[in-house]
């Protein structure tokens, strides 16, 4: 009787490669493995919940046109944010300021207690508008570190700064959202 | 203070489910207004759009991803072609020009130069086409050397002598010259 063997999931840059050879599975296990946090981080900064899907499947077609340019100095998630917060400024670009659209009632889940419900939604409507008024390196760093877990050398990669000033980004964000929030 | 920059940075990965506060954190914290505010702000932001619907299969996502790439491949290709393309053409429409104007039947001196002009010492008088050139019969082309190169004819010190000089020999010579 011989235990079966959990095979180790492949790596980012693994799947990355793979890819690259033709193996269109490699695409799509990416897609799985990543859609979902690209799609946080998109709602987060101001995105539209109607607007997600788009944006994210927009995402990915920039990130496997250029994979080349994806330096793995920086992890996958962390690129892919930075391709998001990029056609997310192209998106605010395009309607001109108008960075907030409505919470639609439908993509929020039902929840038991209605009052409960609406405090939930207000702050989170609050927070997501304090987002979207902080500088972008500062509501990447946050999200990227709030979000995701990543550290401040991974951040400092992704974004193209130094750790240090990532640091100050963060600490920076958190004293402006605290008082937007207040 | 050091312990508010500690707890700070510990908060994301707590928030996460990553970490837990150890006690000597969960009495700063207990007692800690700041890092109460910020611990909220970390696990209101952790959590924000965990409620989203999940979107599409990724398969289907992947799949119209891949597609709109290699469309976008395909364009690029095309474009490239086609400006090699055009390229192409305008090359060949250069050389059958520039071979027009070698071989026709009224050469001149300046034939294969896109314009005569005038001499560089003299203001521009004359701008001629060489299409026009070709046109032109022979004692007209005649006229036309004689009046742009009078100074070559007449008092010039320079040698070299313009087409109006030669004899109809020198002429075959020359013919002979550009035509191989």
């Known amino acids: 009787m011989s235990a079966s063997a959990t095979p180790t999931p492949l790596t980012d840059l693994a799947l990355v490669a793979a890819y690259r050879s033709g193996d269109e599975q490699a695409a799509t296990e990416l897609v799985r493995r990543h859609a979902a946090a690209i799609g946080r981080f998109l709602y987060s900064s101001g995105a539209g919940p109607s607007e997600i899907d788009d944006l994210v499947q927009e995402t990915f077609f920039r990130a496997f046109r250029r994979l080349d340019s994806w330096r793995a100095e920086a992890s996958f998630r962390s690129w892919l944010f930075t391709i998001s917060g990029n056609l997310l400024r192209d998106e605010f670009r395009k309607q001109k300021g108008r960075r907030m659209l409505p919470l639609e009632d439908h993509d929020l889940p039902d929840r038991a207690d209605p009052h409960a419900d609406l405090m939930a939604k207000e702050a989170g409507e609050r927070l997501r508008q304090g987002l979207a008024r902080l500088p972008r390196l500062q509501r990447e760093v946050f999200l990227l570190r709030v979000q995701e877990g990543v550290d401040y050398q991974q951040i400092a990669a992704a974004l193209g700064t130094t750790p240090g000033a990532a640091r100050v980004h963060y600490h920076h964000a958190v004293k402006r959202l605290k008082e937007l929030m207040e | 203070m050091m312990d508010c920059i500690r707890l700070s940075d510990r908060m994301p990965d707590v928030a996460l489910g990553r970490a837990q506060w150890n006690p000597e954190e969960a009495d700063h914290l207990a007692a800690c207004a700041g890092c ?145």
């Open chain 2, 36 to 180: 109460q505010q910020e611990w909220s702000l970390v696990r209101l932001t952790s959590d924000l759009g965990h409620g989203l619907r999940p979107g599409p299969d990724p398969a289907a996502v992947a799949t119209a991803v891949l597609q709109r790439v290699a469309a976008e491949r395909h364009r690029v290709r095309q474009r490239r072609w086609s400006v090699s393309g055009l390229a192409a053409a305008a090359a060949i429409a250069l050389a059958v020009w520039y071979g027009r104007g070698q071989t026709g039947q009224n050469p001149s001196p300046s034939a294969g130069l896109p314009v005569a002009t005038a001499p560089a010492d003299r203001p521009a008088e004359l701008s001629i086409p060489l299409p026009e050139l070709d046109q032109l019969q022979e004692p007209e082309l005649d006229s036309l050397l004689q009046t742009i190169s009078p100074p070559l004819t007449s008092g010039s010190t320079l040698e070299e002598p313009s087409m109006g000089d030669l004899d109809d020999q020198e002429l075959e010579e020359v013919l002979s010259t550009w035509e191989g």
